[in-house]
């Protein structure tokens, strides 16, 4: 008698559904959508629609103030939040204290979009409450568990919402010295988070990629370079503009020192460690160019005002964001460490963005041109990202676990 051969046809898991509690389980789930998000509103509002913005601080200084305090330190809050459940095995935070303090900083995003002296206040108050909320959080965990190499990054994480305490009251004033002073403290304080995570974290996802890859961490000499920046902070601070320009380009020559000792060759055909080591050195670069003008040993090519603060801002945080939201988001959520065309066509379009953006600012009949296709080419690569992450920033990881 003939067998019957049964043929099953394969079974495709069902997504599951979109989860509140999930979405609430660590920092970064809603903080990288949110953050994320506003970049791309804020600078399409800022280019394309410049006449509406009519809010109290100004249309200028909120634009550095929402890509600094509401796009850059917000992703670092979400990262360091939940970096933080790894180093220390307690969750700092999430559920409801979660959504409250994503609920603070949407609220001081609105209300700064009005010009209403009140409404401003609220915002600066709401905005100083996640702050204060996420130092707490942190400090809590790290605290409790005496997690002493990381003893540093809930003062830090403080030390970014005082900063913009300060850039508010200068605002309110109208004091545009004043307010320019603090950005860059602000600066050079998220510069601090930023040397400090990516310098650990960079090494040990090159290693954890290629595993015949040997990194050196250079502990002492990141411990020195982070000396070198809170210093650069303090004497900004007091006014020692020649010592600060000093400890700023050494600071950022350390960076691309760095960057030369971890092999950057090896990883060239890996985006998904490419994108971080660009950033990094974007971020050095950035900074040495910094303390050169600030020094005034800059050529006529590199005087331009805005130049280290977008070099810096843009070329090093965001292309560092853009792949630290994608690398730390798939391996959160439990999903392969593998790229797909939209993830790595966000990576090239944040680097024409900031090519793009670095070039408009030499006067030129291009200008203009430059400026918009910048911000489309922002827009997209952070449209990208959050088509593709935010399906599963809002469900539960694969395999149900935490």
Not at 332 to 338: D, F, N
């Amino acid at each position: 008698m003939a067998k019957v051969m049964l043929i099953r046809e394969p079974v495709t898991q069902t997504p599951a559904r979109p989860d509140i509690h999930a979405f609430l389980e660590l920092g970064f789930r809603p903080l990288y959508l949110a953050g994320c998000a506003w970049a791309a509103i804020s600078v399409a509002l800022w280019v394309f629609m410049p006449q509406s913005l009519n809010m109290h601080m100004g249309a200028l200084a909120w634009h550095a103030h929402e890509m600094l305090w509401g796009f850059i330190a917000t992703i670092a809050v979400g990262f360091l939040l939940t970096a933080s459940a790894t180093w220390t095995g307690i969750n700092p935070l999430k559920g409801a204290p979660l959504a409250v303090l994503a609920l603070f900083w949407a609220i001081a995003r609105l209300l700064y979009l009005f010009n209403e002296p009140i409404l401003f206040l609220l915002a600066g108050t709401t905005e100083t409450l996640f702050f204060l909320a996420a130092f707490i959080a942190l400090w809590r965990v790290i605290g409790r568990t005496r997690n002493r190499r990381n003893y540093g990054l809930p003062w830090l994480a403080l030390g970014l919402g005082i900063a913009n305490v300060l850039y508010l009251y200068a605002a309110w004033h109208q004091d545009y010295a004043a307010l320019m002073h603090y950005f860059n403290i602000g600066l050079i304080g998220m510069s601090m988070i930023a040397l400090l995570v990516a310098r650990r974290v960079i090494p040990f996802f090159a290693m954890r990629a290629i595993p015949a890859l040997s990194l050196p961490m250079l502990t002492r000499l990141g411990q020195i370079q982070l000396g070198l920046a809170l210093l650069a902070i303090a004497t900004g601070l007091v006014s020692l503009p020649r010592l600060t320009a000093i400890l700023l380009a050494a600071t950022g020559l350390i960076c691309l020192y760095q960057v030369i000792r971890w092999q950057p060759g090896a990883i060239l055909n890996k985006p998904i460690l490419w994108i971080l080591y660009l950033g990094y050195a974007f971020l050095g670069l950035g900074l040495l160019i910094a303390g050169l003008w600030l020094a005034g040993w800059t050529p006529n090519a590199l005087s331009k005002t805005a130049l280290p603060a977008h070099i810096i801002g843009m070329g090093g945080f965001a292309i560092l964001i853009i792949g630290m939201v994608t690398r730390t988001a798939l391996g959160h959520l439990g999903q392969p460490l593998k790229l797909d065309r939209s993830m790595i066509a966000s990576y090239w379009l944040m680097i024409l963005a900031v090519m793009l953006r670095i070039t408009a600012l030499w006067p030129g009949s291009l200008v203009p041109f430059l400026v918009y296709a910048a911000a489309v080419s922002w827009v997209l690569s952070l449209a990208l990202y959050l088509w593709r992450f935010v399906p599963m920033l809002i469900r539960p990881r694969p395999n149900a676990m935490p």
